[in-house]
């Protein structure tokens, strides 16, 4: 007979619209209102970010900059730095490229400050150059070195029988060649069920692996969940199964050689996405000289199998 567990830190409470707990890129399906912001989350923030938003927002910030600066060195008389050409527009470029030369200090010596005033700006605007390249160096230290996992998901969870019983099955592998050592995985299930005061509850239940932990993963890994007496969701038919709001949160530990410590990764799977009577494809096979050939595309390949079989 299945046992639930203590809450796993989502929550006891639920909702008949509620969606899933987490998405599919891992991060928690969560909206956040009223969160005071800092300097220590924006930091978060962008060493986490993807890397094209990263450098969107690295663009634009040096844009800003130097707009900034350069409608001020317009303002008060772009004579100070380069002759005027009469056209507003003309003077603010060569601002703006006069600005662009200090904040990062490279100085062409085509144009340059006269006076106190100008010299007293451009000297701050160098200021701010430094510093915000330096904070961009350290982002990019941080983005390089911050440990993360490199797990690949199967894009769907079947349901087939496997060894005479109905079996819940995902595959995971490496994105790269790296091999991941002594991985573990940690399988949740969590049912959102209408107790008798009609309110919805979560219930968890740690589902039985037909193997938690192996020793190293070159190359792909089908997980197993046997639905048998000790399965909370023995006595469903296949049809019940996928009309269950339920949810399988995975949490994958493993020791990543590149940054010699162990990384973390989650992920998770709705009921009702359960494919029926699908096989994974083999994703390796030997090549003529006796290589491992590992195709990456073949993760989430199956095949159909005939009802029951």
Known sequence: MAKKIKDPGIGLSSDKKAKRFINRDGSFNI????????????????????????F?????????????????????????????????????LKAFFF?????TTVGYGAMAPKGMLFGIISSFEALIGLLSFS???????????????SIKFSDIVVLRKHEGID??????????????????????????????????????????????????????WTVVHPIDESSPLVGYDRDQLSQLHGEILILVTYYDESFAQ?????????LGDLKIDKAFVPAFFYDDDGYTILDHDK??????LKSGS
Not at 31 to 54: A, D, E, G, P, Q
Not at 71 to 89: N, R
Not at 99 to 103: G, K, M
Not at 262 to 270: A, D, F, G, K, P
């Open 31 to 54: 909206k956040h209102v009223n969160r005071k912001t800092s300097i220590s989350r924006s930091y978060n923030y962008l060493i986490n970010i993807t890397w094209t938003s990263f």
């Open 56 to 92: 969107c927002w690295v663009f634009l910030g040096y844009i800003v900059i130097n707009s900034f600066f350069a409608f001020i060195y317009t303002i008060l008389g772009v004579s100070a730095i380069t002759e005027p050409t009469g056209f507003l527009w003309k003077d603010f």
């Open 99 to 103: 600005s662009a030369q200090t904040v």
């Open 135 to 149: 904070f961009i160096t350290g982002l990019l230290y941080g983005r390089f070195s911050k440990p993360k996992s």
């Open 167 to 220: 079996c819940i099955m995902f595959r995971l592998m490496s994105r790269g060649t790296n091999v991941m050592i002594r991985p573990k995985v940690q399988v949740t299930l969590s049912l959102s069920q209408k107790s008798a005061d009609k309110k919805y509850t979560n219930n968890f239940y740690e589902l039985k692996l037909e193997r938690k932990e192996i020793t190293y993963l070159p190359t792909t």
């Open 262 to 270: 162990e990384v973390h990764q989650i992920h998770s799977y709705l």
């Open 299 to 304: 993760l989430s390949k199956t095949s159909s």
